[in-house]
T-cell receptor, first 113, second 114 residues
Framework: AQSVTQPDIHITVSEGASLELRCNYS??????LFWYVQSPGQGLQLLLK??????LVQGIKGFEAEFKRSQSSFNLRKPSVHWSDAAEYFC???????????FGTGTRLQVFP | SQTIHQWPATLVQPVGSPLSLECTVE??????LYWYRQAAGRGLQLLFY??????ISSEVPQNLSASRPQDRQFILSSKKLLLSDSGFYLC?????????????FGAGTRLSVL
């Protein structure tokens, strides 16, 4: 069965520092991969997606993610974090057949000034 | 452009009372619709999804039900709420058989059952 693991429940970084949020998935074929961000009390906003092609994908707000098939990973990165990036981040995998997404449990990002 | 609306934003209900949460989508036709629940400190759990009017698939056995009376309307209901129904409920939509699984989310409803 498909699954998504986000091993870091909570990450704290200083403003201006680099960021990497980890995501590992389990799926037999090439998955469709997503990162969403959720600000407190809000819905989810799509940051970026990977369907095929270039394994380094760019998203909104200066985020990027790299698909590594050999490691079954899709880690999210940002070179310099801003205080407004504090939020919860969800990785998700779509299988393309049923149009359903499977979400990880999320990583809460805290940013210190 | 497409928009998704959920209401109410916040709801406090006593145990045993009924529930009705509504979600509507504008600017698209025949969307796939989804209800998720997000419990405190946990990820998103898919509760129901619908590919058309009157077509509902349940992902998890529970105290809740869903209905789709109109193409762009999705309703989450319960006859008698339990304490365990508390959580943050999110509605989402995607374009049928187009842009591969991208789901767009509403702002959510915070439900507290007391």
């Amino acid at each position: 069965a498909q699954s998504v693991t986000q091993p870091d429940i909570h990450i704290t970084v200083s403003e201006g520092a680099s960021l990497e949020l980890r995501c590992n998935y389990s799926y037999g074929a090439t998955p469709y991969l997503f990162w969403y961000v959720q600000s407190p009390g809000q819905g989810l906003q799509l940051l970026l997606k990977y369907f095929s092609g270039d394994t380094l994908v760019q998203g909104i707000k200066g985020f990027e993610a790299e698909f590594k098939r050999s490691q079954s990973s899709f880690n999210l990165r940002k070179p310099s974090v801003h205080w407004s990036d504090a939020a919860e981040y969800f990785c998700a995998v779509g299988t393309g057949g049923t149009d359903k997404l499977i979400f990880g449990t999320g990583t809460r990002l805290q940013v210190f000034p | 452009s497409q928009t998704i609306h959920q209401w109410p934003a916040t709801l406090v209900q006593p145990v045993g009372s009924p529930l009705s949460l509504e979600c509507t989508v504008e600017g698209t036709s025949n969307p796939n619709l989804y209800w998720y629940r997000q419990a405190a400190g946990r990820g998103l759990q898919l509760l129901f999804y619908s590919v058309g009017i009157g077509q509902i698939s349940s992902e998890v056995p529970q105290n809740l039900s869903a209905s789709r009376p109109q193409d762009r309307q999705f309703i989450l209901s319960s006859k008698k709420l339990l304490l365990s129904d508390s959580g943050f409920y999110l509605c989402a939509w995607s374009v049928e058989q187009a842009v591969k699984n991208i789901q767009y989310f509403g702002a959510g409803t915070r439900l507290s059952v007391l």
